[in-house]
C-alpha cells in the first residue's frame, strides 16, 4: 500500500477500534499521537507496533473530556509534529443500566467522554485546521467514531445510544459548517467489533450465537475492518466525501430480523 504521509491525532489509542487505527496509520509511515486515559500499558503497546511497522508516534495522557487536557494535548501534537492533518476521534466508554436504574453519574460521564470529549477534541482540530493557509486543497480531516447504535435504537444502553446519537448530528453540522473553508468531516459508526468494550458478549458462546443472529454477514468485526474505512477516509482518495457515514457493522444497520421474512 502507498505510504500516507500524514501526522494524526488518535483519541482512546491504548485499545480496541483506537489501537488498531493508530497502529494501521503507523504501518503507512504516518506520525501519531497516541492519547490513552488510564491505560498506559496499551498506550506503550500501540506505540510499539507503530514503531515495529516503521511508523513513529507520541503517547499523551488525557482525558477528552476535560477542556484543558484537550487543549495541551493539541498544543502538544503541534510542538511535537509541527502541526496535523487528521483527528481521530475514537475515544468512548460504555456504563450500562436499565433507564430507572440509571445514576445522573452513569449518564454524565458517558456524555462527558462520548459526545463532550469528541466536540472538543473536533473543536481544537478545527481551530488548527482553519489556521491552515489557503492552497485550494483539504486543510484536514475529522473522522468521529460513532457506532451503528447512532441509528440503531438500544435498550438498557441509553446513555450510550444518546451519546452517539448526538455524534451523528455534531459530525453532519459541523461538516457543513467547515465544508467550505476545505475541511471534511466524516463518521464511521462500527457494530460489533471484538473489543474489550464488548468482551463480555463475543467471548461466551451462547450470547456470541445471539449477536451473530443480528449480523448478516456473520462474523464479528476485527479492529483492522473499522481502520481500513479510517485510512480511506484520511486519504485524498474520499476527497469528495463530505458529512458521511461509512457503516463498517456486516450489515447489521439492514434489520436482520428480516433476513427470513417471508
Ligand atoms: C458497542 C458494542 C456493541 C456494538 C453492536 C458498539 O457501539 O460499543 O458493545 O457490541 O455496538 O451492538
Not at 36 to 62: F, V
Not at 77 to 82: D, R, S, T, V, W
Not at 114 to 128: D, P, V, Y
Amino acid at each position: 500500500m502507498t505510504k500516507l504521509n500524514k501526522t494524526i491525532v488518535v483519541t482512546g489509542a491504548s485499545s480496541g477500534i483506537g489501537q488498531g487505527i493508530a497502529v494501521a496509520f503507523g504501518q503507512l509511515g504516518a506520525n501519531v499521537l497516541i492519547n490513552y486515559h488510564s491505560d498506559e500499558e496499551g498506550a506503550k503497546e500501540t506505540l510499539k507496533q507503530i514503531n515495529d511497522g516503521g511508523g513513529t508516534g507520541i503517547i499523551h495522557q488525557a482525558n477528552v473530556g476535560i477542556e484543558e487536557e484537550v487543549i495541551s494535548m493539541f498544543d502538544r501534537a503541534k510542538e511535537e509534529f509541527g502541526g496535523f492533518d487528521v483527528l481521530i476521534n475514537n475515544a468512548g466508554i460504555q456504563q450500562d443500566n436499565t433507564f430507572s436504574k440509571m445514576s445522573l453519574e452513569e449518564w454524565t460521564t458517558v456524555i462527558d467522554t462520548n459526545l463532550t470529549g469528541q466536540f472538543l477534541c473536533a473543536r481544537e482540530a478545527i481551530r488548527h485546521f482553519e489556521g491552515k493557509p489557503d492552497t485550494g486543497k483539504v486543510k484536514g480531516n475529522v473522522i468521529f467514531m460513532s457506532s451503528v447504535h447512532d441509528i440503531i435504537p438500544w435498550a438498557g444502553h441509553i446513555n450510550y445510544a444518546a451519546s452517539k446519537g448526538g455524534i451523528l448530528m455534531l459530525m453532519k453540522s459541523l461538516a457543513l459548517e467547515v465544508a467550505p473553508q476545505k475541511i471534511r468531516v466524516n463518521a464511521i459508526s462500527p457494530g460489533a467489533i471484538a473489543t474489550d468494550i464488548n468482551e463480555e458478549v463475543w467471548s461466551d458462546e451462547t450470547k456470541k450465537k445471539e449477536l451473530l443472529k443480528l449480523i448478516p454477514y456473520q462474523r464479528i468485526g476485527e479492529a483492522k475492518d473499522v481502520a481500513k474505512a479510517a485510512i480511506w477516509l484520511a486519504s485524498d482518495d474520499s476527497d469528495y466525501v463530505i458529512g458521511t457515514t461509512i457503516y463498517v457493522d456486516g450489515g447489521m444497520t439492514l434489520y436482520p430480523g428480516f433476513v427470513d421474512n417471508g
